[in-house]
């Protein structure tokens, strides 16, 4: 008997030691902001839109689509504290509808636009405009027309290069390149990455992403400590590490991430939201959102979106109303991409869908907006202990 | 023979169920969204987070057409009340105390649309046909500013 005692006790002592550490490698939500609105900036809509944390400021910038402003607030007690206001037309107009910006420093601010025919402004905090890049191509037959991804990881400034993260091509003939921008700002001059090409092992007629924009935006992290760029697709289990020696592919599954879903029919071109097959993966699915770096805390996040409910694609595509609860999966990695711990978020603690960002103190989001018109409330998620 | 007769019978039925377009009691509807009606033959509700390519084609419309008498406007599906506000006020609009905001649960329990834009033609019998703008070939929007003119 006591030989049975014995081992067992030691295996229970195992596991609780084990347990315990576990425990202290928890993700979850570690904090708040609150975040003082002035009269003309809300939150932002289910869209979402681009912040990010200025180190010379030590404030928190948002984007404030409604009105062409980028605001911000200080990083500690959420006041606002100045803005860059963009003008609206005039030889400083930055386009009709700008969704991403970069801010580099007070005086280079990157500025990303729809209805420009693919260009990129570079600002200074007064709104002036100092230089215009140009990425659009005569022939898009092989290439997809260069849209930028959106919220965050569209953008990589490494000064005279500026990398830029496309939407990936719903069709295999244009994906022969990957979809990333590397624009050389002292000629205006850009090219394409040879490498990483998306989606190789996946059949693109099988994708609903030509109706849900979230499963086709290439998000690029830079570690700005020692120089690595990290590449994530939604649809991609692995990231790919962008080294000057070349590019290394990465596990970088997420625990609560699993399976992919994909038509059992080849479907047309056409969009075509209303099909329930289309409408039943598109809305339950899972995917990755992209890689964040933290500089800060010299971590990566990776975040995800968890497949809602169990069998939910299954039973919507039986014609059932199924509401499941949105929950984000986020998974922190070291410097050198080894994981330390997963974690799932659930949705009423953090709107990532709104905003992805980075502060001194964790992976920052929006949350719902449940403190009136005039606070935008936000989490931070990091490792609990 | 009689076999076709009655499935003739039951597709024209079907067909005409598919014409049919839903009715609502705008009374009750109205006042659980509290919006007042003054004599207004048309309201239009933009469900603001829906397609982004109707939400588009209302603001479209509804800019030129902001201060028309014959039509209201009701915003549902929405993430920020003040949001729509400051954006029509950048649009030119100051004034937005006339624009409504219905609760989504509201419009649904109604059988409004949280994706399409809903035009609610109000008749005189206390009913309104809900029409959802989302014609392939916009005849709908084509119709309304007719209407509108």
Known sequence: MRKIIKPALITLLFLWCISGLAQKTQVGVIGELNLALDNETAPPNSMGSSFQYCEDRKAIAYFNRLTKAIKYFDAKTGKGVGQTQFALQGPDDIGPDPFYFHYHNKDSIFILSRGTNFRMFLMNSEGKKLNTFHYSSDD?????????????????????????????????????????????????????????????????????????????????????????????FPLDHNVYRIRSEG?????????????FHFLKRKRQVAYDPNNIDVRSIGSSSAWYYGVIYNPYLDQYYRIGMVEQGRDTYKRRLEGEEVYDPVQYSVTIYDSKFHKIADGIIHGREVLFARGIFVTPDGLCGPQHSLKGEDIMGISIIGLKK | MKRVTICCFVMLFALQSCKRKLEIDYKPFFEEASIKLNS???????????????????????????????????????GSKKGIRVRLKVLGEEDTSDIGFIELSVALDHGLSH????????????KAKVTFMNAEDGSDWEWLEKQVE
């Open chain 1, 140 to 232: 898009y037959s092989k290439i997809r027309y260069p849209s930028a991804s959106t919220l965050f990881g569209a953008l990589v400034v490494r000064p005279p290069f500026a990398y830029i993260g496309l939407e990936i091509s719903d069709q295999g003939s244009q994906n022969t390149m990957a979809p990333i921008i590397k624009l050389n700002m002292d000629t205006d001059t850009f090219n394409y990455l040879a490498d990483p090409l998306p989606y190789q092992n996946i059949d693109l007629q099988t994708t609903v992403w030509n109706n849900f924009y979230y499963f086709y935006n290439s998000r690029i992290a830079e570690n700005t400590k020692n120089g690595d760029l990290i590449v994530s």
């Open chain 2, 40 to 78: 207004e033959r048309f309201v239009l509700i933009i469900p603001q987070n829906g397609c982004s390519n109707c939400v588009k084609k209302s603001y479209d419309f509804m800019l030129p057409r902001y201060n028309s008498p014959i039509i209201k406007y009701a915003f549902t599906n929405y």
């Open chain 1, 247 to 259: 590019i290394e592919k990465l596990d970088g599954k997420s625990k609560a991430i699993g399976d």
């Open chain 2, 115 to 126: 994706m399409y834009p809903s035009l609610l033609e109000i008749g005189k019998d206390g």
